[in-house]
């Protein structure tokens, strides 16, 4: 079975550009969540799907973060206009189901550096 | 805001010492799970405790659930260089259609040949 596949692995950017990250999860998993993991800390969760569905985005600076899941599958989440305090390791992880005992798999992030 | 504090941050060990790592949280969790993370890797799960003072092995790791699910313990026996990494701890808070983790900081733990 394929884990979660994240892309790009690695991107620089300046401070007010924008910057998208893809994510494809496990197949046949109806959950996914994006965490923010910045350096020297744990993963903190930024939003979380169900199916298309947003689940919980409480954490999600929406004044300059979104992300999508248009057809429940593969998603995307962007970052417009980047901050310096934005950089970051950006992991996906998906599980078959929401809540207690469905396995988190995490896929292995997106390294974003905002100069 | 559940927070997780977790000790120490960071652990320099020889090869066949044994170590603990705390999680400790003011807070209840439904249910707790510890992650090993390494370099350039997403974390892996290693185990989930549900009930209060519930203990699971695995090989030479142990883990305990607190009494009160507050708090959670991490042991390695005989620890080896391929137990090196970053050792999170993850609260679960569930209700209704929610469900979501909490992690802490991380342990991160070096054991060197």
């Known amino acids: 079975e394929a884990g979660v596949a994240q892309s790009p692995r690695y991107k620089i950017i300046e401070k007010r550009q924008s910057v998208a990250f893809w994510c494809n999860p496990i197949s046949g998993h109806a959950t996914l969540y994006w965490y923010q993991q910045i350096l020297g800390q744990g993963p903190k969760l930024l939003i979380q799907f169900q199916n298309n569905g947003v689940v919980d985005d409480s954490q999600l600076p929406k004044d300059r973060f979104s992300a999508e899941r248009l057809k429940g599958v593969d998603s995307t989440l962007k970052i417009q206009p980047a901050k310096l305090e934005d950089s970051a390791v950006y992991l996906c992880?998906?599980?078959?189901?929401?809540?207690?005992?469905?396995?988190?798999?995490f896929g292995p992030g997106t390294r974003l550096t905002v100069t | 805001t559940q927070l997780l504090e977790q000790s120490p941050q960071f652990l320099s060990i020889q090869e066949g010492e044994n170590l603990t790592v705390y999680c400790n949280s003011s807070?209840?969790?439904?249910?707790l799970q510890w992650y090993r993370q390494e370099p350039g890797e997403g974390p892996v799960l290693l185990v989930t405790?549900?009930?209060?003072?519930e203990v699971k092995k695995l090989k030479r790791l142990t883990f305990q659930f607190g009494d009160a699910r507050k708090d959670s313990s991490l042991h390695i026996t005989a620890a080896q260089p391929g137990d090196t990494g970053l050792y999170l701890c993850?609260?679960?808070?569930?209700?209704?259609?929610?469900?979501?983790?909490?992690f802490g900081k991380g342990t991160l733990l070096t054991v060197n040949p």
């Open positions: 807070s209840v969790f439904s249910s």
């Open positions: 993850a609260g679960a808070i569930s209700g209704g259609s929610n469900y979501k983790l909490t």
């Open positions: 405790v549900v009930t209060g003072g």
């Open positions: 992880a998906s599980s078959r189901r929401l809540g207690g005992g469905n396995e988190q798999y």
